[in-house]
Protein backbone atom coordinates (compact mmCIF):
# COMPACT_ATOMS: atom_id res chain seq x y z
CA UNK A 1 0.00 0.00 0.00
CA UNK A 2 2.31 2.33 1.29
CA UNK A 3 4.40 1.70 -1.93
CA UNK A 4 1.75 1.91 -4.55
CA UNK A 5 0.82 5.59 -2.61
CA UNK A 6 4.63 6.21 -3.79
CA UNK A 7 4.14 5.13 -6.81
CA UNK A 8 1.07 7.48 -7.63
CA UNK A 9 2.55 10.51 -6.13
CA UNK A 10 6.29 9.85 -8.25
CA UNK A 11 3.51 9.28 -11.12
CA UNK A 12 1.81 12.82 -10.58
CA UNK A 13 4.38 14.89 -10.26
CA UNK A 14 6.81 13.55 -12.93
CA UNK A 15 4.49 12.88 -16.00
CA UNK A 16 1.93 15.09 -14.78
CA UNK A 17 4.79 18.41 -15.61
CA UNK A 18 5.50 16.30 -18.92
CA UNK A 19 2.07 16.19 -20.00
CA UNK A 20 1.23 19.95 -19.38
CA UNK A 21 4.55 20.95 -21.13
CA UNK A 22 3.48 18.71 -24.61
CA UNK A 23 -0.24 20.55 -24.15
CA UNK A 24 1.13 23.90 -23.93
CA UNK A 25 3.42 23.30 -26.99
CA UNK A 26 0.61 21.73 -29.34
CA UNK A 27 -1.31 24.94 -28.28
CA UNK A 28 1.50 27.41 -29.12
CA UNK A 29 1.68 25.51 -32.84
CA UNK A 30 -1.37 24.77 -33.99
CA UNK A 31 -4.17 26.89 -35.36
CA UNK A 32 -7.85 25.72 -34.69
CA UNK A 33 -10.81 27.27 -36.48
CA UNK A 34 -13.02 29.64 -34.44
CA UNK A 35 -16.98 30.10 -34.70
CA UNK A 36 -18.14 28.85 -37.87
CA UNK A 37 -19.04 31.84 -40.72
CA UNK A 38 -22.62 30.78 -42.40
CA UNK A 39 -22.30 31.97 -45.99
CA UNK A 40 -25.04 34.12 -48.34
CA UNK A 41 -25.75 34.22 -52.16
CA UNK A 42 -23.97 37.00 -53.50
CA UNK A 43 -26.60 39.48 -55.06
CA UNK A 44 -27.39 38.65 -58.80
CA UNK A 45 -24.40 39.73 -61.36
CA UNK A 46 -22.03 40.22 -58.13
CA UNK A 47 -19.03 38.47 -57.63
CA UNK A 48 -16.83 37.79 -60.40
CA UNK A 49 -15.18 34.52 -61.10
CA UNK A 50 -13.47 35.90 -63.85
CA UNK A 51 -10.03 35.32 -62.20
CA UNK A 52 -11.52 31.85 -60.42
CA UNK A 53 -12.58 33.75 -57.11
CA UNK A 54 -14.80 31.32 -54.75
CA UNK A 55 -18.78 32.77 -54.12
CA UNK A 56 -20.04 32.71 -51.15
CA UNK A 57 -23.14 29.99 -50.81
CA UNK A 58 -26.38 30.31 -49.12
CA UNK A 59 -26.80 28.58 -46.01
CA UNK A 60 -22.67 26.63 -46.38
CA UNK A 61 -20.94 27.49 -43.31
CA UNK A 62 -17.53 28.62 -43.47
CA UNK A 63 -14.66 27.92 -41.13
CA UNK A 64 -13.01 30.98 -39.57
CA UNK A 65 -9.65 31.69 -38.11
CA UNK A 66 -7.50 34.62 -35.81
CA UNK A 67 -4.39 33.06 -36.20
CA UNK A 68 -1.88 31.91 -38.64
CA UNK A 69 0.76 29.15 -38.25
CA UNK A 70 3.81 30.52 -37.19
CA UNK A 71 6.44 32.54 -39.39
CA UNK A 72 9.69 31.65 -39.74
CA UNK A 73 12.47 32.34 -42.42
CA UNK A 74 10.18 29.62 -45.15
CA UNK A 75 6.91 29.84 -43.70
CA UNK A 76 4.35 27.29 -45.90
CA UNK A 77 1.66 28.88 -47.80
CA UNK A 78 -0.72 29.31 -50.40
CA UNK A 79 -0.23 31.46 -53.01
CA UNK A 80 -3.34 32.66 -54.74
CA UNK A 81 -4.20 35.09 -57.07
CA UNK A 82 -5.90 38.78 -56.42
CA UNK A 83 -6.55 41.76 -58.82
CA UNK A 84 -5.97 44.78 -56.33
CA UNK A 85 -7.18 47.34 -58.81
CA UNK A 86 -10.49 49.41 -59.02
CA UNK A 87 -12.54 47.14 -60.89
CA UNK A 88 -10.68 44.36 -59.77
CA UNK A 89 -11.47 41.45 -57.34
CA UNK A 90 -9.95 42.44 -54.37
CA UNK A 91 -13.12 44.03 -53.19
CA UNK A 92 -12.76 47.50 -51.07
CA UNK A 93 -9.78 49.24 -51.57
CA UNK A 94 -6.76 47.97 -49.67
CA UNK A 95 -6.59 48.07 -45.64
CA UNK A 96 -3.53 49.70 -45.20
CA UNK A 97 -3.69 52.51 -47.37
CA UNK A 98 -6.91 52.76 -48.37
CA UNK A 99 -5.39 52.91 -52.44
CA UNK A 100 -5.86 50.64 -55.46
CA UNK A 101 -2.63 48.87 -56.81
CA UNK A 102 -1.74 47.69 -60.53
CA UNK A 103 -1.87 44.78 -61.41
CA UNK A 104 1.96 45.61 -62.35
CA UNK A 105 3.02 46.22 -58.95
CA UNK A 106 3.75 43.20 -56.54
CA UNK A 107 1.61 43.79 -53.88
CA UNK A 108 0.12 41.20 -51.30
CA UNK A 109 -3.03 40.29 -48.57
CA UNK A 110 -1.93 37.91 -46.10
CA UNK A 111 -4.25 36.08 -43.85
CA UNK A 112 -5.81 38.07 -41.19
CA UNK A 113 -3.35 36.30 -37.89
CA UNK A 114 -0.30 36.97 -40.46
CA UNK A 115 -1.86 40.33 -40.98
CA UNK A 116 -1.40 40.42 -37.24
CA UNK A 117 -3.45 44.17 -36.49
CA UNK A 118 -1.77 46.01 -39.40
CA UNK A 119 1.68 44.59 -37.72
CA UNK A 120 2.61 44.27 -41.14
CA UNK A 121 1.41 46.65 -43.16
CA UNK A 122 3.35 48.30 -45.86
CA UNK A 123 6.34 46.65 -44.99
CA UNK A 124 7.93 44.05 -47.41
CA UNK A 125 7.91 40.13 -47.54
CA UNK A 126 10.01 37.72 -49.47
CA UNK A 127 8.34 35.01 -51.41
CA UNK A 128 9.96 31.68 -52.84
CA UNK A 129 9.18 29.61 -55.38
CA UNK A 130 10.76 27.01 -57.47
CA UNK A 131 14.44 28.83 -56.93
CA UNK A 132 12.61 32.30 -57.49
CA UNK A 133 12.17 35.03 -55.10
CA UNK A 134 10.12 38.31 -55.26
CA UNK A 135 9.92 41.11 -52.48
CA UNK A 136 6.25 42.00 -52.60
CA UNK A 137 4.58 44.74 -50.12
CA UNK A 138 1.93 43.95 -47.76
CA UNK A 139 -1.35 46.41 -48.44
CA UNK A 140 -4.01 44.13 -47.47
CA UNK A 141 -5.89 41.35 -45.30
CA UNK A 142 -6.74 38.54 -46.52
CA UNK A 143 -10.04 37.97 -44.07
CA UNK A 144 -10.33 35.09 -42.03
CA UNK A 145 -12.95 36.41 -39.57
CA UNK A 146 -15.63 37.52 -42.22
CA UNK A 147 -16.60 37.40 -46.16
CA UNK A 148 -19.71 37.18 -48.39
CA UNK A 149 -20.19 41.10 -48.59
CA UNK A 150 -18.97 43.69 -50.94
CA UNK A 151 -15.86 44.49 -48.69
CA UNK A 152 -14.68 40.94 -49.24
CA UNK A 153 -16.10 40.81 -52.70
CA UNK A 154 -18.86 38.24 -51.93
CA UNK A 155 -16.00 36.04 -51.30
CA UNK A 156 -15.94 33.62 -47.91
CA UNK A 157 -13.58 34.18 -45.49
CA UNK A 158 -9.91 33.64 -46.38
CA UNK A 159 -8.23 30.63 -45.23
CA UNK A 160 -5.09 30.90 -42.48
CA UNK A 161 -2.41 30.27 -44.64
CA UNK A 162 -2.77 32.52 -47.66
CA UNK A 163 -0.93 34.89 -49.77
CA UNK A 164 -2.85 36.78 -51.76
CA UNK A 165 -0.63 38.17 -54.74
CA UNK A 166 -0.67 40.35 -57.51
CA UNK A 167 -0.29 39.26 -61.44
CA UNK A 168 3.32 40.99 -60.89
CA UNK A 169 4.23 38.62 -58.20
CA UNK A 170 2.72 35.52 -60.18
CA UNK A 171 4.80 36.85 -63.16
CA UNK A 172 8.32 37.07 -60.55
CA UNK A 173 8.10 33.91 -59.35
CA UNK A 174 7.07 32.54 -63.06
CA UNK A 175 4.64 30.30 -61.81
CA UNK A 176 3.06 28.08 -63.84
CA UNK A 177 -0.52 29.41 -66.07
CA UNK A 178 -2.60 27.67 -67.80
CA UNK A 179 -3.15 28.09 -71.62
CA UNK A 180 -5.64 30.98 -71.03
CA UNK A 181 -2.80 32.50 -68.72
CA UNK A 182 -4.65 31.82 -65.63
CA UNK A 183 -3.01 31.03 -62.34
CA UNK A 184 -4.82 28.83 -59.81
CA UNK A 185 -3.33 28.22 -56.61
CA UNK A 186 0.68 27.46 -55.50
CA UNK A 187 2.47 25.93 -52.68
CA UNK A 188 4.79 28.68 -52.15
CA UNK A 189 7.06 29.92 -48.64
CA UNK A 190 7.48 33.30 -47.58
CA UNK A 191 9.55 35.30 -44.82
CA UNK A 192 9.50 39.21 -43.65
CA UNK A 193 12.20 41.15 -45.31
C1 LIG B 1 -8.34 39.31 -63.45
O1 LIG B 1 -6.92 39.49 -63.52
C2 LIG B 1 -6.49 40.47 -64.45
C3 LIG B 1 -4.97 40.51 -64.41
O2 LIG B 1 -4.51 40.83 -63.12
C4 LIG B 1 -7.08 41.83 -64.07
O3 LIG B 1 -6.69 42.82 -65.01
C5 LIG B 1 -8.59 41.73 -64.00
O4 LIG B 1 -9.12 42.96 -63.54
C6 LIG B 1 -8.98 40.61 -63.04
N1 LIG B 1 -10.41 40.49 -62.98
C7 LIG B 1 -11.03 40.63 -61.82
C8 LIG B 1 -12.51 40.50 -61.83
O5 LIG B 1 -10.44 40.85 -60.79
C1 LIG C 1 -12.48 41.56 -41.32
O1 LIG C 1 -13.72 42.11 -41.63
C2 LIG C 1 -14.42 42.62 -40.51
C3 LIG C 1 -15.80 43.06 -40.98
O2 LIG C 1 -15.72 43.86 -42.14
C4 LIG C 1 -13.60 43.76 -39.91
O3 LIG C 1 -14.23 44.24 -38.76
C5 LIG C 1 -12.21 43.26 -39.54
O4 LIG C 1 -11.41 44.35 -39.11
C6 LIG C 1 -11.56 42.62 -40.73
N1 LIG C 1 -10.31 42.01 -40.31
C7 LIG C 1 -9.23 42.09 -41.02
C8 LIG C 1 -8.00 41.45 -40.49
O5 LIG C 1 -9.21 42.69 -42.08
Not at 127 to 151: E, H, K, M, P, R
Request: charged share 20%.
Amino acid sequence: MKNQNCFSVVFVLLLFPLLVTKWSCVEAQTCNPGEKFRGTDPPAGKCNTENDSKCCKEGEFYDTYTCSPPVSSSTPAKLTFNSFEEEGDGGDASACDNEYHDDSTPVVALSTGWFNNKQRCLKNINIYYNGNSVLAQVVDACNSTFGCDSVHDYQPPCRNNIVDASKAVWEALEAPSDSDGKYGELDITWSDA
